[in-house]
């Protein structure tokens, strides 16, 4: 299963910005999708998750009413919606992939693309 990550960049603060993934090499629609970051010197993230099952999706609180996750299974691509981004969203999101479902140790991941947000 191969993740390609694409959209990031600069934002300034209160600003919007939406990334994507495209995934390979497995059946996407069978596939729980989601979402972890790392900011700078701190420890990776979960953000949200989309199930396989029946779609349906989780956040973290700190991103709650922010960032909105989808996914087109026609197009085996993950979004994800950044709006209101503050400075600590400042980090390299990665998207992930589970044949199992959403939890913490995700099996596939992309390498990341970065997101800076500047105050």
């Known amino acids: 299963v191969q993740l390609v990550e694409s959209g990031g960049g600069l934002v300034q603060s209160g600003g919007s910005l939406g990334i994507s993934c495209v995934v390979s090499g497995f059946n996407f629609e069978d596939l729980a999708v989601g979402w972890f970051r790392q900011a700078p010197g701190k420890e990776r993230e979960a953000v949200s998750c989309?199930?396989?099952?029946?779609?349906?999706?989780i956040y973290a609180d700190f991103v709650k009413g922010r960032f909105t996750a989808s996914r087109d299974n026609a197009k085996s691509t993950l979004f994800l919606q950044m709006n209101n981004l503050k400075p600590e969203d400042t980090a390299v999101y990665y998207c992930t992939a589970d044949k199992a479902g959403c939890n913490y140790g995700m099996d596939y991941w992309g390498k990341g693309t970065l997101v800076t947000v500047s105050s």
């Open positions: 989309i199930s396989a099952s029946d779609g349906s999706t």
